[in-house]
């Protein structure tokens, strides 16, 4: 068999073929685990991108970021702080407690209290974490929300999604000026809908629940990863390439050994007939003697 012949029954064979299709399933799963860390890491990068211009910006009016109380916050006004002058609502309906937030490995609540604003906004303002009771479904007392004229500065950040669950009085799951609207008393105030204020310092100071940690901005191992599975990607058609020619030369060397034992030899070979290389003695014949010429006489006589 000539090796053209070897090469096309390897690579047309079925196990050639279902090999081909499981390589190319298996690289194709890691080019797109790969492209999705790519996209985590994305995705990452443009948040710290965006902390890394506002967080440590001078503060700005609210109507510099947010035109009116119905716009919502553009991502990249996210984490931009503003100054508000107002007073806090400190009627107890207005104070309000965000259930299952966690300060350095402990479960809490933030205060929420709604902040009007001198030209009649209000915004819903976190002022810190408490930490919770032994339920772990009551906050501990916190400082009171302190009362009369103040200047404020916050970080804007945008609403959270609705959670429909039911909640104790005074708490809820997420901070969404929309569904909250509902549970504060009546106000002359426009609410802000698209945003809320993570409060970084009163004028006149006063005491607060314990400050939210300042925002991540490490991109993690996303980009590490993604390198990592397109690398695998790469591996499964080299594998595979691999085995292909240890398969053919193992049927090279195969038909090599077959032929030879069949004592065919290859061209411009001598053949070997034989593994004895010593020489043969030639048969000398004996001369016959007179007697058994003799001998042959009698029974060629005796015979007739």
Not at 83 to 101: F, H, P
Not at 133 to 158: C, K, M, N, Y
Request: proline fraction near 9%; charge should be negative.
């Amino acid at each position: 068999m000539t090796r053209r012949s070897t090469l096309r029954r390897v690579l047309v064979s079925r196990e050639t073929l279902f090999a081909v299709l499981a390589v190319l399933l298996a690289s194709a799963l890691c080019i797109g685990l790969g492209f999705w860390q790519f996209g985590r890491f994305e995705h990452k990068r443009d948040v710290a991108d965006v902390i890394h211009a506002n967080f440590d910006a001078e503060p700005v009016p609210l109507q510099d970021v947010l035109p009116s109380p119905e716009s919502a916050l553009a991502p990249e006004d996210d984490w931009t702080p503003v100054t508000l002058r107002g007073s806090y609502c400190t009627d107890a309906q207005c104070l309000l407690y965000v259930r299952n937030r966690q300060l350095d490995g402990q479960v809490g609540f933030w205060q929420l209290v709604p902040y009007r604003t001198e030209d009649g906004t209000t915004l819903l303002v976190v002022r810190g974490w408490v930490t919770s009771q032994g339920d772990v479904s009551e906050p501990v007392s916190a400082p009171p929300v302190p009362e009369g004229e103040q200047e404020i500065t916050v970080r804007l950040r945008p609403a959270e999604p609705t959670l429909d669950r039911e909640i104790p009085p005074g708490q809820v799951h997420s901070v969404n000026p929309p569904q909250i609207d509902g549970l504060l008393p009546e106000h002359d105030g426009t609410l802000v809908r698209g945003a809320y204020g993570d409060l970084e310092a009163e004028d006149p100071s006063d005491p607060r629940p314990a400050a939210l940690p300042d925002p991540e901005t490490g991109l993690g191992p996303h980009l590490s990863y993604a390198f990592q599975w397109w690398i695998f990607a790469l591996f499964f058609p080299a594998a595979l390439i691999y085995r292909t020619r240890r398969t053919i030369q193992d049927l090279d060397e195969a038909e090599g050994e077959g032929a030879s034992a069949d004592g065919t030899a290859d061209e411009g070979a001598p053949a070997r007939t034989t593994t004895d290389h010593r020489p043969r003695r030639a048969a000398h014949s004996r001369p016959r003697g007179q007697d058994e010429e003799e001998e042959d006489a009698l029974i060629d006589h005796r015979d007739g």
